[in-house]
């Protein structure tokens, strides 16, 4: 039984073409905030345009060498063990991110590393979590008190009266 994978070959090209609407969509953009020359330099989408060219011609190439040479058309570029690694590390920053969003990013991050070193890294459940509070308590002191930044906050932060 033959197993279910996809190659080398097909990541090649659905890179180039993912690659290539990033570039289009970058001189989209830069289009419509104008990319002539005016009195006082270049205008403001000038640069970002040429940069989507740019984008663009190098996903052309990338495109066509994958279409033309066929190479790498045999070898596996992910398979169903790989495809679960992947997902063991992406699926957990994806609910981090959910739970960032609802609960705010200490309460997130601090799931996060609890969950993450629980499951991942079998570390003691007291390790975990209270790497999970040292962690959230650096990303306080660093951006709220250090930089003066304000982070995405949640109810918990909002109870304790943390703005």
Known sequence: MADKHVSRHSMEIT?????????????????????????????SGYFPFYIGVLIVLG????????????????EV????????????????????AAVSVVLGLYVGTFLYMLFAMRLQGSYRWWVAASTGVAVSACFYLIFEIGFQVPLLKGPLEAWLGIY
């Open 15 to 43: 890179t180039a073409l993912l690659t290539g609407a990033i570039g289009v969509t970058v001189c989209i953009g830069a289009w419509q905030a104008g990319v002539g020359w005016e009195p006082s330099g270049p205008s």
């Open 59 to 74: 996903s052309l190439v990338n495109l066509g060498r994958a279409l033309i040479w066929k190479r790498h058309l045999d």
């Open 77 to 96: 570029f992910l398979d169903g063990a790989r495809a679960r690694s992947v997902a063991r590390f992406t699926l957990p920053l994806v609910g981090y």
